[in-house]
């Protein structure tokens, strides 16, 4: 490599520079490309990145599938007459919609269509048809795709917030409600078996409160994340629907009985761009991308230390290293013509977990030099039990990144109105207190702190449903005041936060 190329891979701002930091990897580590001329919020992914969505959505389908859910597929447009069915949750999304009112020759549409901002009013219309019998039930199903909702163009940030975002929709319906409850929690336990036990994403589960659940939804249940800059990011939900929607789109199915019952409905919505961004701002450093083996487009590179007296020794062994690998891993050889040196700040930059080293030293005695992308820790192994060994190699990093960041999370206590600014300032993420619930305390929170009430925490003190979690925090004592007004009872204890 050049010195010009040297310096170039030495430019990646510092991680203290955030938005700089996340601007610059995303198009270096060639996550994301935001070079389509006219296209804010929409985004064109090369192979790298696109392998990374890829990886993570086969993770969620193969707990989708051996939980009984089968794929779908279902179109991007909504005719406007269907999205308007469920009138809650038609308000909730009109100011989000890309409407399209021209279709062939620019003529008028009839009935206007939109860019799919999330699927229940058409799937809903398609349950009614494949649900006759309790024998149909449950019914689960997921479809991954992408949706659309109009964002603010100031609020743009790719993968934390965009106008095409990609995610999986899980959509259930049940004979009972109790199924419905069941479901929401099944969906809890593969998203924390996915997020947090492969990823090593930190995440902290609420209950939202009832002006700020999903439109149409009995309740919502959703999952944060924690971010540097002292902000969270949503980076799924789960809704029980109850019968909201089995109503309007007439949901019904005959039970053992001949008798006519409607169906309890759930969504489910991991969110893969989330997923992603928030990986990459939670495990990054600054020296690029830190990636979990599992999600690595290339979980180990092979960097040759090569001089012309050894080439042809070098390039063979390293064949044969990466041969022995390729029925465990995803491996790539750098031939390239840069110095290792280069190559190694490269490598590191794309977030590759395992870096070897293969020279002369390595080739005499048999072996490789395995360095580790989250620490640069060295281990030497003999080509004999490098197959052998790689499982231990994913697992004890796997616990090495969750022992980072799952103290990642900084709550505090408020005591009075008076602190929130400096709770802000040093960034915690989650501020604790008693509050009343009254839209003038919402609204001073979210205009003078851009804090948001996230809801109250689930399952946090082995509470056996979500009914016994809120009766943990309900606030019985009519002496305590809400900590925001200081005038009205606090009803319950909640989190607030700032929020992507």
Not at 334 to 361: A, L, M
Not at 422 to 434: A, C, F, N, R, S
Not at 482 to 487: A, F, Q
């Amino acid at each position: 490599m050049s010195d010009k190329s040297k310096e170039e891979v030495h430019k990646l701002p510092k991680k203290e520079n955030i938005d700089e930091w996340y601007s610059e990897i995303l198009l270096r580590a060639q996550i994301i490309d935001k070079r389509i001329q006219d296209s804010r919020g929409f985004y064109g992914y090369p192979p790298y990145g696109t392998r990374m969505m890829i990886e993570l959505e086969k993770l969620l389908i193969n707990e989708l599938d051996k939980t009984g859910h089968e794929p779908i597929r279902t179109p991007t447009v909504i005719p406007w007459s269907l999205l308007e069915i469920e009138q809650e949750h038609a308000e909730g999304f009109v100011p989000e919609v890309w409407k399209i009112t021209q279709g062939r020759e620019s003529k008028e549409l009839n009935i206007p269509k939109v860019l799919r901002p999330t699927g229940e009013t058409l799937i809903y219309s398609l349950f009614h048809y494949w649900i006759r019998s309790h024998l149909d039930l449950p019914l689960k199903i997921y479809e991954c795709r992408p949706s659309f909702r109009a964002e603010p163009d100031n609020a743009i940030v790719p993968f934390l917030r965009t106008h095409e975002f990609f995610w999986i929709e899980s959509h259930c319906a049940f004979s009972s409600y109790d199924g419905a409850v069941r479901q929401v929690r099944e969906d809890m336990e593969i998203f924390e078996k996915i997020i947090w036990n492969e990823l090593a994403i930190p995440f902290r589960l609420y209950k939202r409160p009832e002006w700020d659940k999903f439109p149409g939804a009995d309740y919502t249940c959703a999952y944060d994340a924690p971010l540097e800059n002292g902000k969270v990011i949503q980076i799924g939900t789960t809704h029980n629907l109850g019968y909201r929607f089995a109503k309007p789109f007439n949901v019904k199915f005959q039970n053992e009985n001949n008798e006519e019952e409607l169906a309890s409905q759930t969504c489910f919505g991991p969110g893969i761009s989330r997923i992603i961004g928030a990986l990459i701002l939670i495990h990054g450093d600054d020296q690029g991308l830190v990636l979990p083996p599992i999600l690595a487009p290339i979980q180990f590179v092979i960097v040759p230390i090569i001089k012309k007296e050894n080439e042809d020794a070098i390039r063979k062994y390293s064949e044969e290293i990466k041969n022995i690998l390729n029925s465990v891993a995803r491996v790539k050889i750098d031939y390239s013509d840069n110095t290792p040196g280069s190559k190694f700040y490269v490598w590191e930059e794309r977030g590759v977990p395992f870096r070897i080293e293969v020279g002369p030293k390595e080739l005499d005695k048999q072996e490789v030099m395995i360095v580790r992308r989250l620490d640069r820790k060295k281990q030497k192994v003999e080509k004999k039990n490098l197959i052998n060994i790689v499982p231990n190699l994913y697992e004890t990093l796997i616990k090495d990144m969750q022992n980072k960041t799952k103290e990642l999370f900084k709550i505090a206590r408020l005591n009075s109105i008076d602190e929130l600014s400096q709770l802000i300032e040093d960034k915690i993420h989650l501020i604790i207190t008693p509050f009343c619930d009254d839209e003038a305390c919402i609204e001073l929170l979210k205009d003078q702190y851009n804090l948001k009430v996230r809801g109250i925490p689930l399952f946090q003190k082995n509470e056996k449903d979500i009914d016994e979690c809120e009766e943990n925090y309900k606030i019985k004592d009519k002496k305590i005041k809400c900590h925001i007004c200081n005038e009205r009872p606090a009803k319950r204890e909640v989190h607030l936060a700032r929020q992507y």
